[in-house]
């Protein structure tokens, strides 16, 4: 008698498949997914049923909250549609019983001084004038500049930030696609001079991580988000957004906004700019780009400034 496929080996059959077809099947999903099939083995059920993976997605979170719950499901959604093809018995609820498992919190929008102050409160950590002090001010001032995600920074190898080009390449990002970011000149000479303290402490060798610790070794998230909390505190800064506290990722969409804004007020071709934006931040879809008209109190209150205007003749574009 043959042994019935277990949930584990059909996770993995599923994952080997999204790897030949260029998938990443490594990240948080791919763990989720091995979570549910041992929770199946474990409840000996070779078929994926309503009832398995609600009770998985509830039980087995650690976060008890209707938008976590809709994620896991999310997850498991295009896992429940390979195993229809293999067994015409499987369930996945037809309804987002949990809501939308994708919701957009309002950022914190940094003001000038507030991103002035992470950069001063980064050039007080000890040794003031070490390698970690100019490390954090050059980061910083480097996404709150390009926009550049936070893991795109700490990636970049010294080869791929071209001072005299006022240009840097980002590599295989998020989406796994590669692009090239231009950056002002000031941007350059601040990073210039970030590279003559760094010079003293690692050697600048093609292959080497640009933000580095002593010996070449490049910073890691978890230290990133570490100091830049002392930061924060350092510098005075409460939260405006929907987030319990300001985050890194925070200069990013106020670079996004900020642009938008300037756009808004010199009343530029605002689909045309927002391609553009779209291109240069790495977004997938330009409707991510689109979401800060809509999504951001400021840059509602620009737009609907400009549409009354229009309204009352006052211009000719909204």
Not at 35 to 55: H, K, M, P, W, Y
Not at 81 to 104: C, H, N, Q
Not at 272 to 286: C, E, M, W
Request: charged share 25%; net charge positive.
């Amino acid at each position: 008698m043959a042994m019935k496929t277990t949930m584990t080996e059909h996770v993995a059959a599923y994952l080997a498949e999204r790897s030949m077809l260029g998938f990443n099947v490594s990240g948080p999903d791919a763990r989720l997914l091995r979570s549910f099939a041992g929770f199946a083995d474990e409840q000996n059920c070779g078929t994926l049923t309503n009832d398995l993976v609600i009770r998985w997605t509830k039980d087995r979170s650690r976060i008890s909250h209707p938008f976590t719950w809709a994620g896991r499901l999310a997850v498991v959604k295009p896992f429940a549609a390979y195993m229809t093809r293999l067994d015409p018995v499987t369930e996945f609820p037809t309804t987002p019983i949990f809501g939308k498992s994708r919701r957009r919190l309002t950022p914190h929008i940094y003001t000038d001084d507030e991103i002035l102050g992470l950069m001063a409160a980064a050039r007080a950590l000890q040794p003031q004038g070490g390698l970690p002090s100019v490390v954090f001010e050059a980061l910083i001032g480097l996404i709150a500049a390009t926009g550049l995600r936070i893991s795109e920074a700490i990636n970049l190898r010294c080869r791929d930030v071209d001072i005299e080009a006022c240009c840097a390449t980002v590599r295989m990002t998020k989406f796994r696609k590669s692009r090239h970011v231009p950056f002002h000149q000031s941007v350059a000479s601040a990073l210039d001079s970030y590279l003559l303290v760094r010079e003293r402490f690692a050697r600048k060798e093609e292959e080497q991580a640009f933000f580095t610790i002593a010996g070449g070794q490049r910073l890691n998230k978890r230290t990133v988000h570490g100091v830049f909390q002392r930061l924060r505190l350092a510098a005075g800064i409460m939260p405006r957004g929907s987030y319990p506290h300001v985050r890194i990722h925070d200069l990013r969409h106020t670079f996004i906004c900020r642009r938008l804004e300037r756009w808004q007020a010199d009343g530029c071709d605002i689909d045309n700019a927002i391609a553009a934006l779209s291109t240069y931040v790495g977004h997938a879809k330009v409707s991510d780009t689109y979401w800060y008209m809509t999504g951001i109190p400021d840059l509602m209150a620009t737009a609907g400034s400009r549409f009354e205007g229009f309204a009352l003749g006052e211009n000719d574009y909204v």
